[in-house]
């Protein structure tokens, strides 16, 4: 009986592109099975990989990047510091990690956005050596020194987007880690006043020049939050926790904004607007910044979460908010223990233990990017 005739790749696609994105390895093993299946999910004129990303719309989280101290826990430097990648994807591994390196010990994560990886180099604050990263081809690129290189700052904060989002056009994921980008740094002298930002693009290959701003509060940047990307601006924690600053991508203005609680992590909401997320005694709380009948903006709290209900009491112990992963789709906290690093889902109420938190401290960066076979295939073909 002679076998049955293949289906049409017009339904072999259909089937395919529906795989989870958060698997990248199950499209590589199914580009394996034949050449027809190969073809559709590797070929370029069949545009695969962007109909893969249109149905999916939001980029999955493959893992989070934390800093590891091997001296003083906590030291604000430390020439031993190394970020290390965590995946949360069972099949995803950064391939040639410059965080893998020995030799880059002294290097810690500072940002993740569009597929990029913010570091910098660690041995000292005000040696502002930074490269970005891309963890799906291994490629990295060094920026040059900043137009303030030298300048004895007080404390700074930076994040890498891609060019369209910094345009304040958006982005629609569905390529942006392989276009242009730019790297927004902020910061403040010690010997005045003065806050300052500056922006690096991708395309030039330079920084723009300095702007300065002194009506802002004289407070240090807290290196150990990450920005947080919401609408068109960006939002960096001042230290202690004692506000925000905002950074509009259109207009390069900034400004300050009050903070309900302390120990928070910035966020964005489902609906688009600033949050904030801590734990006070056991109890992830949530918070959303709303504009009041009078136009102005207040701090809500917006949700409630016991985690005594979710987590052995044991395990709460020294529990911190770690970070936040904006999936599309309500989005993931992390939280840090003594003991462990935990992801909360907030749509769906999963909790998963994600790594051990013994010798790091609390940030998480987390990392979203697709990744599919392609420019990957080879990278994959040789793992399995």
Not at 114 to 142: F, S, Y
Not at 216 to 229: E, F, I, N, Y
Not at 354 to 375: A, D, I, K, Q, R
């Amino acid at each position: 009986m002679p076998p049955p005739p293949p289906l049409p790749e017009e339904i072999v696609e259909e089937v395919l592109v529906r795989f989870p994105p958060d698997d990248p390895a199950s499209l590589v093993h199914a580009a394996l099975v034949s050449k027809q299946w190969c073809r559709i999910i590797c070929g370029a004129r069949r545009g695969f990989s962007r109909r893969f990303r249109e149905l999916h719309l939001s980029p999955p989280l493959l893992g989070f990047l934390c800093n590891r101290f091997d001296g003083a826990l906590g030291a604000r430097f430390d020439a031993t510091a190394a970020a290390r990648f965590v995946p949360t994807s069972s099949s995803f591994r950064p391939p040639n990690a410059i965080i893998a390196d020995r030799r880059r010990r002294g290097w810690r994560a500072v940002h993740s956005g569009h597929g990029r990886v913010l570091l910098h180099h660690a041995r000292t604050w005000d040696d502002d050596r930074l490269v970005v990263w891309d963890p799906i081809t291994g490629e990295q690129r060094q920026l040059p020194e900043s137009p303030l290189h030298g300048v004895l700052m007080w404390s700074w904060n930076a994040a890498v987007l891609c060019h369209a989002a910094a345009a304040g056009g958006g982005c629609n994921h569905l390529d942006c880690h392989r276009g242009p980008f730019v790297v927004i740094f902020v910061g403040n002298f010690i010997a005045n006043r003065q806050t300052f930002s500056c922006v690096y693009s991708s395309e030039t290959d330079g920084w723009s020049e300095p702007l300065f701003d002194d009506r802002l509060p004289h407070q240090g940047l807290h290196h150990g939050s990450v920005a947080a990307l919401v609408g068109n601006s960006l939002y960096f924690m001042y230290d202690s926790h004692q506000g925000i600053l905002k950074y509009d991508l259109l207009t390069q203005e900034m400004s300050a904004i009050p903070v309900p609680a302390r120990g928070t992590v910035l966020m964005a909401t489902e609906d688009g607007r600033l949050g904030l997320a801590t734990v006070p005694e056991s109890r992830l709380c949530m918070w959303s910044r709303e504009q009041g009948p009078n136009g102005d903006a207040g701090w809500t709290q917006s949700r409630v979460i016991e985690l005594d209900t979710l987590l052995p009491i044991h395990r709460l112990s020294g529990a911190l908010v770690a970070g936040f992963a904006d999936n599309g789709a309500g989005g993931v906290i992390f939280v840090r223990t003594a003991a462990a690093f935990f992801s909360f889902d907030l749509k769906s109420g999963r909790v998963d233990k994600v790594g051990e938190s013994h010798g790091f401290n609390h940030l998480v960066v987390p990392y979203m990017s697709f990744c599919t076979p392609g420019t990957t295939k080879e990278r994959y073909r040789a793992q399995l």
